[in-house]
């Protein structure tokens, strides 16, 4: 045992950096290769840049003094060069790569490829983050015909040796020969079933092994063309050269543009000398986290295989023990792994994922990384941590990915529809939360149907790398085979997909596309619903419906929160059109309604009557307002249209009044800023379409049925008597009439916003007085309304100036009347107005003049810098250049660094001309952790985000603080 390998581990930062390590000799133009072993590594643990997490973790550890067994790294560099030079090693780097393995030789006492005494390794990509999808490990690197003979001779163990030859000849085969898998294991499996229906790897005898070597070879000449390579070099070649290529292979590049990893990071190489967890009951390998990754929970979690490599815990071959058993099995390995995974936790302050190996009783390190780790476990942990010491409340807030936060408010299953649910199977429960779709059976079929709008969960056997597109796009993943590390599970929770995995009884048929369970009797197939939960393992038929997660019951989770306030600098508010959904977004932590729009109160029940009944003679009548304004006299044609209009607006105001007390009650005390009408007008009059087909459509009844000519007059009186076709009412013509008037070829460009107001000055005063009046009748209830009125669509300063004297008219009315009812009542309200169109933007220093407060639109703002419409963007081309990178990210969810320009030269011009302006955002970007990072630099005054993203926008305010002032130290 090496109980004293552990001592001496540093818990501060390392401060040799790559600037301390001596430069090694090296032929190639840069020096592309950092060894370690004997106790010392050129590299350590910050230059996971170059050499990739892997290659940092060996080197951090062995500086450490951990067990690792000697190799070196082959720099991301080398391989960005190896591409940049047209797929050719840079010049010199294999002379190094030669160098290198001296090295390694001299410290074991082998040679590679020496029949005497041969040296094995492995060759392992590592890319700086971990991403499935890069070049699977080849181990044994080094076997031979000759070197077998050493091996077997040197440990006397006929049947390890040729073990460890079979699987080196499968892996290397599969992995850089591209031979498909199966054609190894169809082999494999055929040998074990020699040995009775349950046989394992390890019922395989010597004889068995010898003839599938030899079956391997001919696979691999048949399928190749060419004869297994012997010559170890040639071997080494080909893995690193294979290692590089996996950098851009599909399922790597898939990978990154989902994680958004930019492919010019590369991968780096490592060269480890084997150790054999295949020797004997006293040998093993396994894999272990230093927490549970899903609840969090401070104890050892993981698995170990005795008698076996490395890829046999991840690959399911044999169903492995649970970590805690290993105590049983060889204690003083586990109380030393226990040790070190312990001392790891607390050098990298931080929850490791490990990788060990035990030969013949003596522990291994093979690898160490931050670990993965489920949304409700990164917040338990970062919490824990705080508690114990080991991080500071910053740190904790810096660790929670936004998506996580979000993931902790999604939904779960009902419980009461979960009893009487028709239950299928269980499994493991390897990544929480709810899912719902259609069953389908593989990574392409998840794609197809979610392209036609559907969603699905997808149902394999078992998942690899190549299932990733599938995994992407699938609301949750349910495999039969694998553990709480098995590839399904360690990517469903990196990406917050609901997964169960594991679930042995489901017998999972692709060619029939179907699923039954050996132990219920139910299954489905392919289209049919199911709901797997990922919390619980269970699998159920049909749609659970689902509650939503309760932020009031993760006090961890507000614990988070709560540090994230005291850190950020910018407010987070919420849109919310509703006093339901301002009381929701209020305790989830908004300080305020950064957007209330009011167009739903034109539009719901009675209102939508009222309003058209308005629109129709709204033109006539204020135009006639006017006149009489001027003193000219109007005619009873005119004031009939006035009457009506005044009356259907008198009834809005009133409608519109107690909307707005529900939500100044609802925020009693915080801001809310009330934005005044924004669509165009025929947003609520039936589409032109419609109304003309069923004019048509009527009339044509009313001739078909030899009723009346088309004449619209006549037509109405008969509508008195019985319902006889008699063409359409003149109430529809007139209302065909009005759409036809108003119809613009672009409504959205179109009079809408601060310009229907100006035009129309009556649909903005009356929302002024509502606003104002329940201001007072809730501060006279006792209430604290803090009313903010928002004029939209602003281009020209002067759009605004003429809005704000309507509206400052219409204030003084209303306030004068409030006194006279209520003696020493103040009524408060300030005007601003919403950034949203570029001139607006240009012109903050003008437009300052008259608005106390900018709050930027920036769906607007982005649709009129690109000059195009979101709808017709993101349903038509938008998607494909992002694909094509045309454009780096769809500019509607992530604030475009254009647009943020535009923000930029708005606050500072604004904030020029009026210091204390109030600046904030009510764009969806507002929601958007990278958006909210840009707001941050900006200087905005607050964010505002639809209800549900208030915890993350609380997060990601902080998170942005925290990268500022890490940028300024740097
Ligand atoms: P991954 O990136 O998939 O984790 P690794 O390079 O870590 O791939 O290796 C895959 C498996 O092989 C792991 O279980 C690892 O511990 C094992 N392994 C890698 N190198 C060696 C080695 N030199 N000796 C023994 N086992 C090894
Ligand atoms: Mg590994
Ligand atoms: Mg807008």
Redesign the pocket.
């Known amino acids: 045992m090496t109980t004293e390998s552990t001592a001496g581990l540093t818990t501060t930062a390392p401060s040799s950096g790559p600037a301390a390590t001596p430069d090694r000799a090296h032929r190639a133009a840069k020096r592309y290769i950092y060894a370690w072993g004997g106790g010392a590594a050129e590299g350590d643990g910050t230059m996971k840049d170059l050499l990739g997490g892997?290659g940092a973790g060996l080197a951090e550890m062995t500086r450490a003094g951990l067990p690792t067994?000697p190799g070196f790294t082959i720099t991301t560099e080398a391989c960005n060069d190896y591409f940049a030079a047209g797929e050719q090693l840079p010049a010199g780097l294999w002379d190094d790569v030669l160098e290198a393995m001296g090295e390694i030789e001299q410290l074991t006492g082998k040679g590679l490829g020496n029949p005497k005494n041969p040296l094995l390794?492995?060759v392992?990509s590592g890319a700086k983050f971990?991403m499935p999808g890069m070049m699977?490990?080849v181990?044994n690197l080094g076997l031979n015909a000759a070197t077998l003979h050493g091996l077997i001779a040197l440990t006397n163990n006929k049947r390890f040796g040729w073990d460890a030859y079979r699987r080196f000849i499968q892996m290397f085969g599969r992995i850089v020969m591209d031979v498909k898998a199966e054609r190894f294991e169809e082999r494999l499996d055929a040998a074990k079933e020699r040995h009775g229906p349950d046989a394992k790897d390890t019922d395989l005898t010597v004889e068995d092994l010898t003839v599938l070597v030899d079956e391997f070879k001919a696979i691999v000449q048949a399928v190749t063309g060419r004869d297994f390579p012997d010559d170890p070099y040639e071997q080494l070649d080909l893995a690193i050269k294979a290692v590089f290529a996996s950098w851009f292979g599909q399922r790597a590049r898939d990978y990154r543009k989902y994680n958004k990893i930019p492919d010019d990071l590369g991968t780096a190489v490592n060269v480890?000398?084997?150790?054999f967890g295949n020797m004997g009951d006293d040998s093993g390998?396994g894999v272990a986290f230093t927490r549970d990754p899903n609840t969090g929970e401070k104890t050892l979690y993981g698995e170990y295989l005795t008698n076996a490599?490395?890829?046999d815990?991840?690959a399911g071959i044999r169903t492995p023990a649970k970590i805690s058993h290993l105590a049983d099995d060889m204690p003083e390995a586990y109380a030393e792994f226990q040790r070190i995974a312990t001392q790891l936790e607390r050098h990298y302050r931080n929850v490791q994922d490990l990788?060990f190996?035990i030969e013949r009783g003596r522990l291994y390190m093979?690898?160490t990384r931050d670990a993965k780790r489920t949304a409700a476990a990164a917040v338990k942990i970062a919490v824990d941590m705080v508690a114990e010491g080991t991080i500071s409340e910053r740190e904790a807030v810096a660790r929670i990915e936004p998506a996580q936060v979000d993931q902790l408010l999604r939904d779960q299953f009902d419980p009461n529809a979960r009893q009487d649910a028709q239950r299928v199977a269980k499994g493991l429960n390897a990544s929480p939360g709810a899912a719902v779709g259609r069953a389908v059976f593989s990574a392409d079929d998840a794609v197809a149907w979610v392209g036609r709008g559907e969603k699905v969960v997808l149902v394999r056997i078992e998942t690899s790398p190549d299932d990733f597109h599938g995994m992407a796009v699938a609301q949750g993943i349910l495999t039969a085979r694998g553990g709480a590390t098995s590839h399904a599970a360690v990517v469903a929770r990196q990406i917050g997909k609901p997964c169960v995995a594991g679930c042995a009884e489901l017998v999972v048929d692709y060619g029939s596309k179907s699923a039954t369970s050996s132990e219920s009797g139910l299954g489905f197939k392919e289209g049919d619903w199911i709901s797997v939960d990922g919390s619980t393992g269970e699998v159920f038929l049909d749609q659970l419906p689902t509650v939503s997660a309760r932020f009031e019951d993760q006090a961890e989770l507000q614990t988070i929160l709560g540090w994230a306030d005291k850190i950020r600098r910018m407010g987070v508010w919420t849109n919310a059109d509703k006093p339901e959904e301002a009381a929701q977004a209020r305790s989830y932590g908004a300080e305020g309604i950064g957007l209330c729009r009011t167009e739903h109160m034109f539009r719901e029940g009675e209102r939508l009557e009222i309003v058209r009944g308005a629109i129709l003679v709204a033109n006539v009548a204020t135009r006639a307002k006017a006149r009489a304004a001027a003193g000219e006299e109007l005619d009873p044609e005119d004031q009939a249209a006035i009457e009506t209009f005044d009356a259907a607006m008198a009834k809005l105001e009133v409608l519109q009044q107690g909307d707005f007390e529900g939500i100044f009650k609802a925020m009693d005390g915080l801001p809310v800023v009330i934005r005044l009408i924004d669509p165009p007008l025929h947003e609520f009059l039936p589409n032109l379409e419609d109304q003309l087909v069923k004019v048509t459509r009527e009339d044509a009844l009313a001739e078909a049925a030899g009723g009346r000519k088309r004449d619209g007059k006549h037509g109405k009186k008969g509508a008195k008597h019985g319902k006889k076709a008699r063409g359409a009412s003149e109430a529809d013509r007139e209302l065909l009439r009005t759409i036809k008037s108003m119809h613009e070829q672009n409504p959205m460009l179109g009079l809408r916003g601060v310009r229907l107001g100006l035009m129309i000055p009556d649909f903005v005063k009356v929302q002024t007085r509502a606003i104002l009046n329940a201001e007072i009748a809730v501060a006279k209830a006792g209430g604290h309304p803090i009313a903010k009125i928002m004029i939209p669509l602003v281009g020209h300063v002067n759009e605004l100036s003429a809005t704000k004297a309507i509206l400052e008219a219409e204030a003084k009315t209303v306030e004068a009347a409030a006194l006279e009812s209520a003696p020493g009542i103040k009524v408060e309200y300030k005007f601003g107005t919403m950034i949203e169109v570029p001139r607006g933007a240009l012109t903050a220093h003008e437009i300052a003049r008259d608005a106390s407060f900018f709050s930027f639109g920036t769906n607007d703002l982005t649709q009129m810098t690109f000059g195009f419409s979101r709808d017709d963007a993101e349903g038509g081309f938008l998607l494909k250049y992002v694909e094509d990178k045309i454009l780096p990210f769809n500019p509607f969810q992530t604030l475009d660094d254009a647009v943020a320009g535009l923000m930029q030269i708005a606050v500072r011009n604004g904030r020029a001309t009026r210091p204390d302006l109030e600046v904030g955002i009510c764009g969806e970007h507002g929601g958007d952790p990278e958006s909210i990072a840009k707001c941050e630099r900006i200087g905005l005054d607050y964010v505002s985000c639809s209800p549900f993203r208030v915890p993350v926008a609380r997060l990601a305010a902080a998170q942005a603080v925290l990268a500022g002032a890490a940028g300024r130290d740097r």
């Open positions: 892997k067994p390794v492995s392992r971990s699977d490990t181990l480890v000398t084997m150790v390998t490599q490395g890829e815990v991840v990788e190996t093979l690898q």
